[in-house]
């Protein structure tokens, strides 16, 4: 599944299987895994953001959470928002 971000940012929020990631994790197991084959993360999901005009591609076996077009006040740190 590929997104394309239009005149705004697009933030892509999916998650990867288990065998890959661990979701909702203790911060001592985040600690544990870094740099491991299976890695782990406190967030319930994982976010790509998208900046305008540009496009990726969701990962293989990943499973698509929902997209948000961030406007205004959502707009990652840095961007001026229109």
Do not use: C
């Amino acid at each position: 599944m590929k997104f394309t971000a239009g005149e705004h940012w697009l933030a892509i929020d999916y998650k990867l299987p288990h065998e890959k990631r661990i979701y909702n994790a203790a911060p001592f197991v985040v600690e544990a895994t870094k740099g491991k084959k299976r890695s782990a993360t406190t967030y319930a999901f994982d976010t790509e953001m998208i900046a305008p005009g540009g496009s990726w591609e969701l990962p293989a076996q990943a499973t698509f959470i929902h997209e948000r077009v961030l406007r205004g006040a959502d707009t990652p740190p840095g961007d001026t928002p229109e």
